[in-house]
């Protein structure tokens, strides 16, 4: 079975930086092996990575690629030494119940402040998940407006209300975080290791775009608008 994700793919090309408005950048690649300079730029990081072992492989298999040879405690290390790395002032970390304990002990190693906010995700009741909120800063150590929303709701707030130069996702999937911190103007990098999901984002940017563009008065009528896959920098303008 392969998951196409409305094809958006083969409208753009994913290879490389793929560089956005607001001086935002994202790249398909396995930062398990390894992670763009461009995701130390982030001072937020939003990230929502695979739950347990069947969610990595699932991660892997959807993305058409080779599973790891690794376990989840194994991969859960990856991912923390890749926020050593970025070294992000505020770190939000989406997780379920399974290790929802392991990722609070591992988070109060690197931030003095660290709580975790009761979620849904898909907004059904069913679906329960947590939201880790790490952090040095007092000020905005916990946001009670976060408690008992859907993970969809609380991104859209972070990315609209909380303090950021640049917000990162390192599994940006089809880009949810990109999505709202372009919609509020912001500044984000991300990488993904499925170019197809990633497409959604920049798909969803360059549509964004090109309505901003006014209409060029001298084109003929029924001249097509030039299509992202033909016109690169229509997605990097600003």
Not at 94 to 117: I, N, P, S
Not at 156 to 177: E, S, T
Not at 216 to 224: L, M
Not at 227 to 234: H, I, K, N, R, V
Request: aromatic share 12%; with cysteine.
């Amino acid at each position: 079975m392969k998951w196409e994700y409305g094809e958006a793919y083969k409208r753009h090309d994913m290879a490389g930086e793929i560089r956005l408005p607001n001086d935002s950048v994202v790249q398909v690649c396995d930062w398990t092996a390894e992670m763009p300079d461009f995701m130390r730029r982030a001072d937020t990081i939003f990230v929502d990575p695979p739950w347990n072992m069947g969610n990595v492989r699932t991660f892997y298999t959807k993305a058409e690629k080779d599973r790891p040879g690794m376990d989840f405690l194994a991969f859960s290390d990856h991912l923390w030494r890749r926020l050593d790395d970025i070294r992000p002032a505020t770190l939000f970390v989406e997780m379920g119940k399974e290790y929802l304990a392991d990722y609070l002990m591992a988070a109060k190693e690197h931030y003095r402040y660290v709580t975790f906010y009761n979620s849904t995700y898909y907004r059904r009741r069913e679906n329960k998940c947590y939201v880790i909120h790490a952090t040095n800063d007092f000020q905005t150590r916990r946001y009670a407006e976060l408690e008992d929303k859907d993970e969809a709701e609380i991104i859209a707030w972070v990315a609209a209300n909380h303090p950021y130069g640049c917000i990162g996702d390192l599994c940006m999937g089809q880009g949810l975080i990109g999505k709202r911190a372009y919609d509020n103007g912001r500044s984000f990098v991300g990488t993904e290791l499925n170019y197809k999901r990633l497409a959604v984002l920049v798909d969803y940017i360059a549509i964004r775009e090109r309505m901003r563009q006014p209409m060029c008065t001298a084109e003929a009528p029924g001249t097509p608008v030039s299509s992202p896959a033909t016109d690169p920098g229509s997605v990097a303008s600003s």
